[in-house]
């Protein structure tokens, strides 16, 4: 799922305050390019968060906050099944079944069966 939320960005003695107000949370960045990617951080840590929760992820409002004359008020966008794949690296065992003949040849090359099935279930997917 993408989506685009809108955040506020305030000066702060070192760097920026980021508040997220569609998701009541906060983050923050020592410069503005390092705050709006903490920003895309933080929503996409809190959006993995409520799916392993079993909730949905609410969409943004896309409309910008009022925000004060120092602050600054813009658009983050995030791909939540991109940032899974990229971040969420947990190892979850699986048993499976195979033929004799290609367990043997599988262990006489050397292959990783882990690195073997996740490749395979990414080809089949369609998944880079």
């Known amino acids: 799922m ?9 000066p702060a003695e070192r760097g920026y305050v980021v508040f997220v107000p569609d998701l009541n949370i906060n983050t923050e960045g020592d410069t503005l390019p390092d705050a709006i990617a903490m920003a895309r951080d933080a929503i996409g840590l809190w959006g993995l968060a409520e799916e392993d929760a079993g909730r949905q992820i609410p969409a943004g409002s896309a409309k910008l906050p009022a925000c004060e004359p120092n602050e600054v008020a813009t658009l983050v966008d995030i791909d939540f099944a991109a940032y899974r794949r990229a971040n969420d690296m947990r190892a979850v065992r699986k048993n499976c079944t195979i033929p004799s003949w290609l367990n043997e040849a599988a262990e006489a090359a050397h292959l990783n069966f882990s690195s073997a099935l996740a ?7 369609n998944i880079e």
Request: proline share 6%.
């Open 2 to 10: 993408k989506a685009v939320y809108p955040i506020v960005l305030t």
């Open 119 to 125: 490749a395979g279930l990414k080809q089949q997917l």
